[in-house]
């Protein structure tokens, strides 16, 4: 079996796997792992581009960083969104006092997370950016790719900062995670510049 079809394979198992589980995992946690996926197709492209490009070497290895970070999000993230659901399945009860706070603590800081794995999916995609501009010319549309899907994993983690805090209408984590949505578009028309200029 190729490389290729290994990859397949194990994304397929991994598909599977989220399709069965119960309780349900959370989309950060996916968007999260996506965000790694790009990070190490762009770590690839830029190793195989070391034969023409002076900083491919580096790229790979802030790849590989993007890549940590994602994982390292992911996991929080898992870790965070499991605690919400829990507090959110808690019934109230009669007399009890600080459910609301907890509730509170509970989905600000899955929305930290989120913000946490946003951001490195904007990183992922100012990267793939970058790879699509300098790498060997027939990996360039594979570097846009990975732009695009970390794209998309930022726009969805910022999607859930928005939701996890409905209740706070002012908080500055959700204008922040407009801002690195917007940063992640910019990158995302940039890698597609590299690919098609006009």
């Given at each position: 079996?190729?490389?290729?079809?290994?990859?397949?394979?194990?994304?397929?198992?991994?598909?599977?796997?989220?399709?069965?589980?119960?309780?349900?995992?959370?989309?950060?946690?996916?968007?999260?792992?996506?965000?790694?996926?790009?990070?190490?197709?762009?770590?690839?492209?830029?190793?195989?581009?070391?034969?023409?490009?002076?900083?491919?070497?580096?790229?790979?290895?802030?790849?590989?960083?993007?890549?940590?970070r994602?994982?390292?999000?992911?996991?929080?993230?898992?870790?965070?969104?499991?605690?919400?659901?829990?507090?959110?399945?808690?019934?109230?009860?009669?007399?009890?006092?600080?459910r609301?706070?907890?509730?509170?603590?509970?989905?600000?800081?899955?929305?930290?997370?989120?913000?946490?794995?946003?951001?490195a999916?904007?990183d992922?995609?100012?990267?793939?950016?970058?790879?699509?501009?300098n790498?060997?010319?027939?990996?360039?549309?594979?570097?846009?790719?990975?732009?695009?899907?970390?794209?998309?994993?930022t726009?969805?983690?910022?999607?859930?900062?928005?939701?996890?805090?409905?209740?706070?209408?002012?908080?500055?984590?959700?204008?922040?995670?407009?801002?690195?949505?917007?940063?992640?578009?910019?990158?995302?028309?940039?890698?597609?510049?590299?690919?098609?200029?006009g």
């Amino acid at each position: 079996m190729t490389g290729d079809a290994e990859t397949a394979v194990a994304l397929s198992r991994l598909a599977e796997r989220l399709a069965l589980a119960s309780p349900v995992e959370g989309a950060g946690v996916v968007a999260a792992g996506v965000v790694e996926l790009s990070s190490g197709l762009c770590e690839s492209i830029a190793r195989a581009s070391l034969h023409c490009w002076p900083d491919a070497r580096g790229m790979a290895i802030q790849a590989a960083t993007v890549r940590a970070r994602a994982r390292e999000a992911g996991i929080a993230n898992g870790r965070a969104y499991g605690a919400a659901r829990d507090a959110l399945a808690r019934p109230p009860r009669p007399g009890a006092t600080g459910r609301e706070g907890e509730l509170l603590a509970a989905l600000t800081a899955a929305a930290d997370t989120l913000l946490a794995i946003a951001a490195a999916g904007a990183d992922g995609a100012s990267l793939a950016a970058e790879v699509a501009g300098n790498c060997e010319a027939g990996l360039r549309a594979d570097a846009a790719a990975a732009a695009e899907l970390a794209v998309a994993a930022t726009r969805s983690a910022a999607t859930l900062v928005d939701v996890n805090l409905a209740l706070l209408a002012g908080d500055h984590r959700r204008e922040r995670a407009y801002s690195i949505v917007a940063a992640a578009d910019r990158s995302g028309v940039a890698a597609r510049a590299a690919v098609d200029p006009g």
